[in-house]
């Protein structure tokens, strides 16, 4: 839930409840704009998550603590 943006980037599905899950699939499937609509939104939330953009926040996280440490 704190990734996923009801409805923006995704759906949540209560779990082992495949009736619910079965249902947002098929609204998903069935409406066309909706998915298209998600795109975008679910690219630019799953590039917070790259190895590239993790390692650049670990970096930094690193930089700001090693600044602190006074070596």
């Not at 209560?14 to 079965?22: G, T």
């Not at 098929?26 to 939330?45: F, G, T, W």
């Amino acid at each position: 839930h704190d990734i996923i943006s009801e409805g923006e980037t995704g759906f949540l599905v209560r779990p082992f409840d495949l009736n619910e899950y079965a249902d947002v699939l098929r609204k998903l499937m069935s409406n066309k704009e909706a998915r298209l609509h998600m795109i975008p939104e679910v690219q630019r939330v799953a590039e917070m998550f790259s190895i590239q953009s993790i390692a650049d926040r670990w970096e930094d996280l690193l930089h700001k603590v090693k600044g602190g440490l006074n070596v």
